[in-house]
């Protein structure tokens, strides 16, 4: 008789199941955004998050019969966020100062519509780190030259009581990848059965 342990095995592999990482363990921070000194308040209200796609640009090389592929310049898709509209509009004011940042929207102290002289005024980083549903982190991906590209508010609608998102698009010009804290016994099943 097989044991717990045992069960969901791969012959000539390795026996049981590996613990994946949960969808909804996780923490994001900000950092230079929307000149706040502390922008942990609309780390509390982030509700979804998408990790951004790495794509690989493929240049063909031809020759007198043959064709040989090799890689070119790398794109980093999007990051999207959303955020929970909070009545004290905590979130709403930090993302409403970094969009001030990026180009003056709203106001009178004007001039309106002024792009700002150069990314490093406006570009904030974004670190994301996946945890096991505890402390301990297990991967942290870090995105570097952030700007929201997209801010889209939530409907208005007397028929639904849902409370109200703020969904933010932010293009990224880096990542990357760290795992801080690699834990060793990761096995989704353990113990023994009344076989063992």
């Known amino acids: 008789m097989s044991t717990l342990s045992q069960v969901g095995g791969i012959p000539d592999i390795g026996t049981g199941f590996l613990q994946p990482k949960q969808q909804n363990k996780w923490r994001v921070q900000f950092l230079s955004f929307g000149e706040a000194p502390n922008t ?7 509700k979804k998050v998408t990790r951004p796609d790495l794509k690989f640009k493929t240049i063909e090389m031809h020759r007198y019969n043959s064709v040989a592929k090799v890689l070119g310049k ?3 898709g999007d990051l999207a966020i959303t955020f929970d509209d909070d009545i004290g509009s905590t979130a709403g004011k930090l993302i409403q100062a970094q969009l001030q940042r990026q180009q003056h929207i709203i106001g009178a102290d004007g001039p309106f519509l002024a792009a700002a ?8 980083a974004t670190i994301l780190d996946l945890l ?4 301990v982190v297990l991967e942290t991906w870090t995105y570097e030259g952030c700007m929201i590209s997209v801010y889209k508010g939530s409907e208005l609608d007397y028929a639904n009581s849902e409370g109200m998102t703020i969904d933010l698009t932010i293009s990224v010009d880096h990542m990357y990848q760290r795992f801080p804290n690699a834990i060793r016994n990761n096995m989704a099943l353990g113990g023994q059965g009344l076989g063992g």
């Open 40 to 46: 942990l308040p609309l780390s509390m209200q982030a």
């Open 74 to 76: 790398h794109e980093l």
């Open 117 to 124: 002289q150069e990314g490093s005024i406006y570009k904030f």
């Open 132 to 135: 096991n549903g505890n402390d």
